[in-house]
Every structure is written in C-alpha cells, then in structure tokens.
C-alpha cells in the first residue's frame, strides 16, 4: 500500500503564483497512493479559480472515495470565520482532506482548537515576509477504510504554527484515533521536526525525510505516523518519496508499505 501527504498551498506554485487544475492533477498522479492526505485544501476560493481541488485530486488518483472536511469560511490570511455545521457550502471553504482508493466504513470528524493568540508566520511568494497571524481552528478528519490487508484507521490533520499549541493539538489526536480500530495511520503537516512528533505522540515515524521549502527542503514538517499498538498489523515500508512537483512550497511525502507477513 501507498500512503501520502502533501500539503497543497492551495494549489499554487512557486514559479509564477497561479493555480492550474492540471498541475494539481499531475502533482497528485505521480504519487499514486492508496490513500491520500491533503492540506491547504481550497473549494470555491476565487484564490484557486472556484476550483474543488479535493474532486481535483481523487479523478486523478482513480479514488472512489473522498471527503473534505472545511475548517473555515472565508479565505486565511484575509477574513475568514470558523466553519460551523449550518455554513452554505456555496461560501469560499479552507480545510483538509482525505483521498481513498479503498472503500470507507467509517469516518470521524475531530476539533482541534485554535491557539488563542497571533504568532509570527513566514509566508513564501510576492507579497509575503514575516507576518503575525490569528490562527485558524484546525480539523482531524479519520476513515475506517477496508484496505485489501483488513481494516484499518488512517487520519489526516494540519496541525498549529504556533509552538506548544501544535503539541496540544496533536495529543489530542491521538486521544481520539485510539478509539478507531487498529493499525492507526496519521497523515499531516503537524508544523514540528519528527523528533517532537515522535516524542509528544508516542507514535512511530515511517519516514524521516525534508519536505519544507520545496524548492530545496531542509525541514521535516509532515508526517506519516503509526500508532505502535497494532503496528504489527502493517508491513515494511520499503520506500519513501519526497518528490519534486509543479504546486505548494512543501513536498508530498509518500511511504510505500509491503504486505504484512502471512501468519
């Protein structure tokens, strides 16, 4: 099996600031997951062209499934409001997502709390620099998919910028996987090195790669994640990508895992 995650900048790239549907798609093509983590997930934005860039990324995986999950209405880093249940989804949406190839049993959806003040934040391309911004609330969104090995959990989040808060966040994520079947998979730009991850989680890293800046990475900010209770249930990861694509000034991380050995 093949699992990903890409923090998608909304589908913009680098070179000239523009989003383009096809970029998006052949970004998400090459990584041929199973399942696929996104963040910085747009849908309606007049940013990113009106575009679905969830529907975007499962036509070009051939996934079945997907779901996005919005954490605001409005646009970050402009005016925005946290999403709440009655929101018209026609309004310009900012979230995260999860991509499967695999059919989903279940899915659940987790609040995580915004840090209650403005951190400093560098934003990349024309017109950024150094900024201080409100953070946004955040999402852990899980799927109980029926992969071909038996059930199993895979989540996907975008953890706080703000240092502390992001630790916050992501122990209670792994609170609340721990009640979904094993093994449990989290995908995500948790916005800290694996060596925190790692310690303030208890979970494994499948991968220790650069992902941030994409042009030349030197900082691992996303994750792919076992939970050791059930880890046994997955096989050896016998690759790890990091490849260079056309969109997002992170890199995707991709883990590709053999099938667990027969009992």
Same mark, same amino acid.
């Given at each position: 099996?093949? =699992?990903? /995650?890409?923090? $998608?900048?909304?589908?913009?790239?680098?070179?000239? +600031? /523009?989003?383009?549907?096809?970029?998006?798609?052949?970004?998400?093509?090459? $990584?041929?997951?199973? %399942? $696929?983590?996104?963040?910085?997930?747009?849908?309606?934005?007049? #940013?990113?062209? !009106?575009?679905?860039? /969830?529907?975007?990324?499962?036509?070009?995986?051939? @996934?079945?499934?997907h779901r996005f999950a919005a954490a605001v209405v409005g646009t970050?880093?402009?005016?925005?409001?946290?999403?709440?249940?009655?929101?018209?989804?026609?309004?310009?949406?900012?979230?995260?997502?999860?991509?499967?190839?695999?059919?989903? =049993?279940?899915?659940?959806?987790?609040? !995580?709390?915004?840090?209650?003040?403005?951190?400093?934040?560098?934003?990349?391309?024309?017109?950024?620099?150094?900024?201080?911004?409100?953070?946004?609330?955040?999402?852990?969104?899980?799927?109980?998919?029926?992969?071909?090995?038996?059930?199993?959990?895979? @989540?996907?989040?975008?953890?706080?910028?703000?240092?502390?808060?992001?630790?916050?966040?992501?122990?209670?994520?792994?609170?609340?996987?721990?009640? =979904? &079947?094993?093994?449990?998979?989290?995908?995500?730009?948790?916005?800290?090195?694996?060596?925190? %991850?790692?310690?303030?989680?208890?979970? #494994?890293? $499948?991968?220790?790669?650069? /992902?941030?800046?994409?042009?030349?990475?030197?900082?691992?900010?996303?994750?792919?994640?076992?939970?050791?209770?059930?880890?046994? !249930? =997955? +096989?050896?990861?016998?690759?790890?990508?990091?490849?260079? %694509?056309?969109?997002?000034?992170?890199?995707?991380?991709?883990?590709?895992?053999?099938?667990? &050995?027969?009992?």
């Amino acid at each position: 099996m093949r =699992l990903a /995650t890409f923090n $998608l900048l909304h589908g913009r790239s680098l070179s000239d +600031g /523009t989003v383009h549907a096809d970029r998006i798609a052949a970004a998400v093509a090459d $990584l041929d997951a199973d %399942v $696929l983590g996104l963040q910085e997930v747009d849908r309606a934005q007049p #940013r990113s062209g !009106l575009l679905d860039l /969830t529907a975007i990324a499962a036509e070009a995986m051939g @996934a079945p499934v997907h779901r996005f999950a919005a954490a605001v209405v409005g646009t970050p880093g402009e005016r925005w409001q946290p999403w709440r249940s009655d929101d018209d989804n026609a309004h310009p949406l900012y979230g995260i997502a999860l991509v499967s190839r695999w059919p989903v =049993l279940r899915w659940q959806i987790t609040q !995580l709390p915004a840090a209650p003040v403005r951190s400093p934040v560098w934003i990349p391309g024309p017109g950024g620099g150094l900024m201080m911004l409100k953070d946004e609330p955040r999402i852990l969104l899980a799927a109980v998919v029926d992969a071909p090995t038996g059930p199993m959990t895979v @989540a996907n989040t975008h953890l706080s910028f703000v240092p502390g808060w992001n630790v916050r966040q992501l122990r209670a994520a792994v609170r609340a996987l721990r009640a =979904l &079947p094993a093994p449990r998979i989290l995908l995500g730009d948790l916005n800290m090195p694996s060596g925190p %991850v790692r310690a303030f989680s208890g979970w #494994r890293p $499948l991968a220790r790669r650069a /992902t941030y800046p994409s042009p030349s990475p030197r900082a691992q900010l996303d994750h792919i994640l076992a939970d050791p209770r059930g880890a046994g !249930l =997955l +096989g050896p990861v016998v690759q790890v990508r990091t490849p260079a %694509v056309g969109v997002s000034d992170h890199r995707p991380l991709v883990v590709h895992l053999d099938p667990p &050995p027969a009992d």
